[in-house]
């Protein structure tokens, strides 16, 4: 073969690989501009309807709506400075956990878990804590705070206590009872979430609190039942409605004693991280994540398809023993 013949043979194989390349890059602009238009479709903020007939039990509190149900308090202004004032009381209940098994439960507010308190970054806050729970409790704040605001004190059954400060850092943190053992005392159910939500307004989303928790219902330190927002498996019967192509924001915290971590794992999809919520942007991206006691984060995700997609922990036996949900995900047209 001449030496003009293989120089033209080398040109046509240069031009067809710099087709073939171009022809590539064409498809991969088209593939990461189709799942940045996935990301990024701007719908109007919309929330769900609650399914009818769902059904309450133990305390009448369902989990579903402690899923959006955000307590802001009471705003006053005293001497120029406004106050974001709670009331709450500590208390008693009987949980019905399945059909078999009643837990004698201590309570925030009357429920499990507590109360979700809302706040703004920097806002002066004021707990009022009233103890009609029959024994000594406390309300114990994860932030910035003085010594003596720190609920280590025991309060005593049937009097009242005030904690006051300012809400610092911006994240998702948690209040609980701090009388020793403090182990029993969360696990029979004073715990609740307590978000300051940054100065720098986070974009719209549905937002969603999901607690895990465990039960040891024969005081053996072991835990027998698991569960998000207080019930065994009530997510896995009646699945969480959210709306397809629409932003979630979940709320994620692990109040299980007695299991030194557990995992959380979202089926068909993949969601970004922001650990104890204290970022304003995720540091990573994973579909599994695991979480010691008392570690929280937020989950921000989008689910592209409809249809139901499973939610629980990745070791089994917890997830099988009440830690399982569903996400109904409703299809919604784009706009």
Not at 18 to 27: Q, T
Not at 177 to 205: L, M, N, W
Request: proline share 7%.
């Amino acid at each position: 073969m001449s030496e003009q013949h293989l120089e033209e043979n080398n040109l046509k194989r240069r031009q067809l690989l710099k087709i073939g390349l171009g022809g590539i890059g064409l498809v991969g602009t088209a593939i990461g501009t189709q799942k940045l238009r996935l990301s990024e479709i701007a719908l109007p903020l919309k929330i769900p309807p609650l399914p009818s007939g769902l059904p309450n039990q133990g305390n009448g509190v369902n989990p579903m709506v402690v899923c959006r149900d955000f307590d802001y308090g009471i705003l006053k202004q005293e001497n120029g400075r406004t106050i974001r004032e709670f009331q709450i009381t500590a208390d008693t209940t009987v949980l019905e956990l399945n059909r078999v098994v009643s837990f004698p439960a201590w309570t925030y507010n009357g429920r499990v878990p507590g109360p979700t308190l809302r706040a703004k970054e920097g806002e002066h806050v004021r707990v009022i804590f009233h103890n009609h729970g029959g024994h000594a409790h406390t309300m114990h704040f994860h932030g910035i705070h003085p010594s003596s605001m720190d609920g280590v004190e025991p309060v005593r059954n049937n009097t009242s206590t005030t904690y006051e400060f300012d809400a610092l850092p911006y994240g998702l943190h948690l209040y609980h009872c701090h009388i020793a053992p403090v182990t029993r005392h969360i696990s029979k159910g004073v715990y609740g979430a307590f978000i300051i939500d940054p100065k720098q307004e986070r974009p719209p989303a549905d937002e969603i609190l999901m607690i895990m928790t465990g039960y040891d219902i024969d005081d053996d330190k072991q835990n027998k039942l698991y569960a998000f927002n207080g019930l065994p498996n009530y997510f896995k019967q009646h699945p969480l409605p959210i709306y397809q192509h629409q932003l979630i924001r979940l709320y994620l915290v692990n109040v299980i004693e007695f299991e030194p971590a557990v995992t959380f794992h979202l089926h068909a999809n993949f969601f970004q991280v922001y650990p104890t919520g204290m970022t304003l942007k995720p540091t990573h991206e994973t579909d599994v994540m695991t979480m010691g006691t008392a570690e929280r984060h937020i989950l921000e995700f989008t689910y592209p398809f409809s249809g139901q997609y499973m939610f629980h922990p990745h070791q089994d036996d917890i997830a099988e023993k009440g830690c399982m949900g569903l996400f109904d995900v409703i299809e919604r047209e784009i706009e």
